[in-house]
């Protein structure tokens, strides 16, 4: 096990910062039990770090700060089954290349490839395509030290109703060590980017989600344009996408941080210059594996909000969000993504019992988001929406309990878990009203 000294920690856009006591790298499953009996002795709290995406203070603390960095990489494939045994501390990128390496990929995945597999899962990360749950749904088993430094595994035949609770769970209910995913073998695909009128997109969405398996949209504020992704199997095998992926990367990176510093300086120029981005979106068509192929370099920093809907009501939502942004005059230039996911049945998945439509909106970093945010949200809660456990959102529990109906369930079996609240920071202890 290797500890680290304090240190200023913060996440990936700097919206949040915190002191550690301390970094510890466990190396074995009992080095995670050990850390948390340690914590329960001192009564200090703990938080999981996996690659410091989420945009709320989720791994915020002031004790020990837990990397499971050390416990990482594919650790079986049981080709019968069609499952893969993880470390939770391997990141989504290097899981892909181990999986192909194999023969296999994972079903779907969300956008950027940088989390660690645990990070993702456990805060409800998603992809799109109505056939497809968010990430967490590929879990079959999980290998989980409890708060009381006891070790259960659970699935969905075992444990069943801590399955459904620990799935996603912010890191609440103990330290997931190791997953058994689903896996398939891996197919071919083709990637498609285009510049469609929004009008198309309100006649077509119907059928652009049902037709294609992975499908995307972005609004762009101020601007007729969409950009529509789609993502398909397809029979042709020759891989023609690493000059077109270096050419989309710089263009929405290079190009975008121009334009962005731009709107940055100069706010005004916020709604000309998402008319440009929009005018400016690439007809691209690439093909290869899919784990090159789901995730984006992004290295242009942002502020993020995204909220959970249902499905049947994403037209009549974005359309009420466009309207708003041209009538409040938002200095807003990033685009707005649009996302499609098949119901689960974790306890505070954004998406449990319900098909959904994810919408998030972002803003530039060192740009003010608060006013922007704040109406945009007021208009998804109107919609029941739930937001995202990793993005900026106001709920409070009151809020919370009428849009995840099963929130107290969860709450009340963390509460039996972790009696001593070591998994509870500051943050979620708000959030929750724990303690």
Same mark, same amino acid.
């Given at each position: 096990?290797?500890p680290?000294?304090?240190?200023?920690w913060?996440?990936?856009s700097?919206?949040?910062?915190?002191n550690?006591?301390?970094?510890?790298y466990?190396?074995?499953i009992?080095?995670?039990?050990?850390i948390?009996s340690?914590?329960?002795?001192?009564?200090?709290k703990?938080?999981?770090?996996?690659?410091s995406?989420?945009?709320?203070?989720?791994?915020?603390?002031?004790?020990?700060?837990?990397?499971?960095d050390?416990l990482?990489?594919?650790?079986?494939?049981?080709?019968?089954?069609?499952t893969?045994?993880?470390?939770?501390?391997?990141?989504?990128e290097q899981?892909?290349?181990?999986?192909?390496?194999?023969?296999?990929s994972?079903?779907?995945?969300?956008?950027?490839?940088?989390?660690?597999i645990?990070g993702?899962f456990?805060?409800?990360?998603?992809g799109?395509g109505?056939?497809?749950?968010i990430?967490s749904?590929?879990?079959?088993e999980?290998?989980v030290? +409890?708060?009381?430094?006891?070790?259960?595994d659970c699935?969905?035949?075992?444990?069943?109703?801590?399955f459904?609770?620990?799935?996603?769970?912010?890191?609440?209910?103990?330290i997931?060590?190791?997953?058994?995913?689903?896996?398939?073998?891996?197919?071919?695909?083709?990637?498609?980017?285009?510049?469609?009128?929004?009008d198309?997109?309100y006649?077509?969405?119907?059928?652009?989600k049902?037709?294609?398996?992975h499908?995307?949209?972005?609004l762009?504020?101020?601007?007729?344009n969409v950009?529509?992704?789609?993502?398909?199997?397809?029979r042709?095998?020759?891989?023609?996408?690493?000059f077109?992926?270096?050419?989309?990367?710089?263009l929405?990176?290079?190009?975008?941080?121009?334009?962005?510093?731009?709107?940055r300086n100069?706010?005004?120029s916020?709604?000309?210059?998402s008319?440009?981005?929009?005018?400016?979106?690439?007809?691209?068509?690439?093909?290869?594996?899919?784990?090159?192929l789901?995730?984006?370099?992004?290295?242009?920093?942002?502020?993020?909000?995204e909220?959970?809907?249902?499905?049947e009501?994403?037209d009549?939502a974005?359309?009420e969000?466009?309207?708003?942004i041209?009538?409040?005059?938002?200095?807003?230039?990033?685009?707005?993504?649009?996302r499609?996911v098949?119901?689960d049945?974790?306890?505070?998945s954004?998406?449990?019992?319900?098909?959904s439509?994810y919408?998030?909106?972002?803003m530039?970093?060192g740009?003010?988001?608060?006013?922007?945010?704040?109406?945009?949200?007021e208009i998804?809660?109107?919609?029941?929406?739930r937001?995202?456990w990793?993005k900026?959102?106001?709920?409070?529990l009151?809020k919370?309990?009428?849009?995840?109906?099963? +929130?107290?369930?969860?709450?009340?079996?963390?509460?039996? +878990?972790d009696?001593?609240?070591?998994?509870?920071?500051?943050y979620l202890?708000?959030?929750?009203?724990i303690?």
């Amino acid at each position: 096990m290797l500890p680290m000294k304090s240190m200023l920690w913060k996440n990936w856009s700097g919206s949040v910062k915190f002191n550690p006591k301390q970094v510890i790298y466990p190396t074995t499953i009992e080095d995670v039990v050990n850390i948390v009996s340690m914590a329960n002795s001192e009564r200090k709290k703990i938080r999981v770090v996996g690659s410091s995406h989420s945009f709320t203070p989720l791994i915020a603390t002031n004790d020990y700060l837990i990397s499971l960095d050390n416990l990482s990489g594919v650790i079986s494939i049981n080709k019968e089954e069609q499952t893969a045994e993880v470390w939770a501390g391997t990141k989504l990128e290097q899981l892909g290349f181990e999986l192909y390496e194999s023969g296999y990929s994972q079903e779907n995945l969300g956008d950027i490839n940088v989390q660690s597999i645990a990070g993702a899962f456990l805060t409800g990360t998603h992809g799109t395509g109505v056939n497809h749950g968010i990430l967490s749904t590929q879990i079959e088993e999980m290998t989980v030290v +409890l708060p009381s430094g006891d070790i259960i595994d659970c699935s969905k035949t075992k444990n069943t109703d801590l399955f459904r609770a620990i799935g996603v769970s912010l890191g609440l209910l103990g330290i997931v060590v190791k997953f058994k995913i689903r896996i398939k073998p891996a197919k071919t695909y083709r990637y498609e980017s285009k510049k469609v009128n929004t009008d198309e997109i309100y006649s077509n969405l119907s059928n652009l989600k049902k037709e294609n398996e992975h499908f995307e949209f972005y609004l762009f504020p101020y601007s007729n344009n969409v950009q529509i992704k789609l993502m398909n199997e397809t029979r042709t095998k020759k891989h023609s996408f690493k000059f077109e992926k270096w050419k989309v990367a710089t263009l929405e990176n290079k190009a975008f941080w121009f334009l962005s510093e731009f709107s940055r300086n100069f706010p005004k120029s916020s709604p000309q210059i998402s008319k440009i981005s929009g005018s400016s979106v690439p007809n691209t068509n690439m093909i290869g594996p899919s784990h090159e192929l789901f995730a984006t370099t992004r290295n242009v920093k942002f502020n993020e909000m995204e909220y959970n809907i249902p499905a049947e009501k994403m037209d009549e939502a974005i359309l009420e969000i466009q309207e708003e942004i041209q009538n409040k005059k938002f200095n807003v230039h990033f685009p707005i993504e649009c996302r499609f996911v098949k119901e689960d049945n974790f306890l505070i998945s954004p998406a449990s019992m319900r098909d959904s439509a994810y919408i998030a909106i972002h803003m530039y970093k060192g740009m003010p988001h608060q006013e922007y945010f704040n109406r945009i949200e007021e208009i998804l809660q109107s919609y029941i929406g739930r937001p995202h456990w990793g993005k900026m959102h106001s709920m409070n529990l009151e809020k919370l309990n009428d849009v995840y109906p099963q +929130l107290s369930n969860f709450l009340s079996i963390r509460s039996q +878990l972790d009696k001593n609240d070591i998994f509870a920071n500051a943050y979620l202890s708000k959030l929750f009203q724990i303690g």
